[in-house]
């Protein structure tokens, strides 16, 4: 019962403090984002269609990192503009060649993990002044470095948006300025490209997770226009992206032990028939094989082949759940950060920051959630990835459950 209160808080929960490192909470219920929101009429509007679709040529690799959409010119692919040298180059190849991307990552990770391994190397018999001086230039390479691995996070995880040909959603700032400060959401419906990217359990938590936030009867309201609060969609947004990120983990534990527990099953089945033909002759032995002594199961699989993800999940204790729910590595924490600082225009810690509220559809708010938690899961994919390629990332915490 523990740890099913325990996943519970940490499914429905909102921070506001955005340096918090794991799934937040502030509860919320169902229905959320209307608390106290002005619900308005609207008259239905077609939505923006994006240019043709011309697909670039794929790049295979071992990442399964492509990328088939191309953009208008001048139109930004992603809120958050790069700043880094690195990053600068491969958002040039993003909008130009997105199909090289996988190689230039992979190329510039094995570059800086060499100048990393030759700083380690270096032992200089100085001055203490000069090793002092030595000291604050390995200071400054170390947070170009963590800078550049963000940005490389953050390309990756567009390049996989693009590879799906679903658009990032511009900044909020720039969508205001276009619609004369009316309605926010004019961007093409992605739902259901969106939705396909996750397993058929994970859709399940996805919807449960869109009816806390906007209530039961979301998507027969699609049509509603509300003001609501940027920092409380804000908010939203970034439990989303940490819900999908730990979604993704939670799965792809699921997807193996489910796996395994259907290989076993197969045998004792196939177990079952072989001493089943036998049975007269084992009976005059002694008794047979007890099928618990061939597998019992574990969990929530055990003595069965199916099981939901929720019901999964609800068996882990505690400090399971607050483990999946943290995000590993420093570098992927603060680009989440800045991705909603450059969304919605909320400083990282929240300082001088003027809040205001934005109409904007109950379909855009479904189209914002989906996106965070799609954002999340490439998110974890792109991490995984990278720290495959090198051990440059800084995970903030040690968690032997991944």
């Excluded at 992605?190 to 919807?207: A, F, G, Q, T, W």
Aim: charged content about 25%.
């Amino acid at each position: 019962m523990e740890s099913a209160t325990a996943f519970r808080a940490s499914q429905i929960s909102i921070s506001p403090n955005w340096t918090v490192r794991s799934l937040p909470q502030l509860e919320f219920g169902s229905g959320y984002l209307l608390a106290n929101a002005g619900v308005q009429k609207m008259q239905s509007s077609s939505s923006m269609k994006f240019g043709s679709q011309k697909a670039y040529p794929l790049c295979k690799r071992d990442s399964d990192i492509k990328a088939s959409m191309p953009r208008d010119s001048g139109a930004p692919i992603a809120p958050l503009q790069l700043e880094s040298p690195v990053g600068q180059f491969l958002w040039e190849m993003l909008v130009s060649d997105p199909h090289l991307v996988p190689a230039a990552v992979d190329q510039q990770l094995q570059q800086m993990q060499t100048y990393r391994h030759a700083d380690q190397k270096k032992g200089p018999s100085a001055s203490p002044a000069e090793l002092v001086l030595y000291r604050r230039i390995g200071q400054l390479r170390a947070k170009e470095r963590k800078q550049a691995l963000e940005e490389i996070l953050y390309a990756l995880v567009v390049l996989k948006f693009m590879d799906e040909n679903v658009p990032l959603i511009p900044a909020i700032a720039s969508s205001l300025e276009a619609n004369n400060n009316s309605r926010v959401d004019v961007w093409p419906n992605e739902d259901d490209k969106l939705e396909r990217l996750h397993s058929p359990e994970v859709r399940d938590m996805i919807h449960n997770h869109l009816t806390l936030l906007l209530g039961y009867r979301y998507d027969a309201s699609a049509s509603k226009v509300v003001d609501i609060s940027k920092l409380r969609i804000g908010q939203a947004y970034y439990a989303s992206v940490m819900y999908g990120y730990f979604l993704k983990r939670v799965d792809r534990r699921y997807q193996l032990e489910k796996g395994m527990n259907n290989k076993l099953q197969e045998r004792l089945t196939e177990k079952r028939r072989s001493s089943s033909s036998s049975r007269k002759a084992m009976s005059n032995n002694g008794p047979g094989i007890p099928a618990s002594s061939l597998w019992a199961g574990s969990g929530c699989f055990a003595g069965t082949t199916r099981c939901k993800l929720s019901r999964y999940v609800m068996s882990f204790d505690a400090e399971t759940v607050q483990g999946y729910a943290s995000i590993r590595s420093e570098e992927a924490i603060d680009i989440v950060e800045k991705h909603r600082e450059a969304l919605f225009g909320i400083p990282a810690d929240g300082n001088c920051f003027v809040d205001g509220s934005i109409q904007i559809s109950l379909g855009g708010v479904k189209r914002l959630v989906l996106e965070a938690l799609t954002f999340g899961s490439f998110l974890r994919d792109v991490e995984s990835y990278v720290d495959s390629r090198c051990h440059l990332l800084t995970n903030w915490i040690d968690w032997l459950i991944d």
